[in-house]
DNA sequence: ATGCCGCACTAAGTGCGA
């Protein structure tokens, strides 16, 4: 089976870009994040004509998450138990059963500054998750957690840590609750860069960073022993970043034999 | 060359991203 992840801010925007991939690149599993689509405009004619079916969660401008599988979808689930809002919930997290994996495609609140409501909500949005992780691991089913973290896991996943100093996506609270998440038996898969030595899945459009290669690795796939131990290869699909009208966000494709 | 911000909403200006 081959999974993938991509923010790919827009689903709409990104259709001309989306389209071709999945014909190349043929995941049998795509999570996608920020599809910025309100409910009923996504896409689901299109991508259906390449043989996947949708299951999206939107609030309208802003968020929205997705799972597309040509491998089933079954157990839709929007949200979680007790997912915290600003104020209210937002359309952050989606999971669905493919092929007798549950699925999850999340896209973490970015938490703005550290002195900021919104990374209050980011840390507690992460505790909450941690939460609703732990009761459905205990189903015992192979589980994978893809998407937009928004938080660098170590120093060496930015490109210069000198300039994280005091910003957020870096904190120890942060990473804390990434290795909290780790700590459920959960596993980092870590892709091949396919250039230089950083996995980053985000360059910022300005300023020629992607050409400089000044990136993140914000965008993990997170999975369960037994779903990690199948894995034969992962990587960051940097030629989707490149060109016309891309995402500031690469793919992560991981291949699971089965 | 991978190339110097783009998206949505709405109608030029703003909010957001990390």
Request: hydrophobic share 40%.
């Amino acid at each position: 089976m081959r999974l993938a992840t991509w923010n790919v801010n827009s689903v709409k925007a990104r259709l001309p870009r989306l389209l071709p991939w999945l014909a190349e690149t043929g995941p049998d599993v795509l999570c996608l994040q920020e599809t910025k689509c309100p409910d009923g405009a996504f896409p689901v004619t299109e991508v259906g004509a390449l043989g996947y079916q949708v299951a999206s969660h939107s609030d309208g401008r802003w968020n929205g998450v997705a799972i597309l599988s040509r491998v089933g979808l079954d157990d839709v689930r929007v949200g979680f138990t007790d997912e915290p809002g600003f104020p209210e919930p937002e359309a952050r997290s989606i999971s669905a059963t493919c092929a007798g994996t549950r699925v999850w495609s999340i896209y973490v609140p970015n938490g703005r500054t550290t002195d900021s409501p919104h990374y209050r909500y980011k840390l507690d949005w992460l505790a909450a998750l941690r939460t609703a992780l732990g009761d459905e691991l205990r189903a015992g089913a192979p589980l994978v957690v893809c998407g937009d973290f928004n938080v660098a896991p170590t120093d060496a996943d930015v490109w210069d840590p000198a300039l994280f100093v005091g910003s957020t996506h870096v904190t120890p609270a942060e990473r804390d609750a990434l290795a909290r998440l780790r700590a459920l038996g959960l596993r980092d898969v870590v892709p091949t860069p396919m250039k230089g030595p950083h996995p980053f899945t985000y360059w910022d459009y300005r300023a020629g960073m992607f050409h400089q290669n000044k990136g993140m690795r914000i965008d993990l796939v997170y999975a369960t022993e037994d779903f990690a131990d199948r894995v034969t290869a992962a990587y960051v699909d940097r030629e989707a970043r490149k060109g016309k009208s891309p995402s500031d966000h690469a793919p992560i494709v991981v291949d699971i034999s089965e």
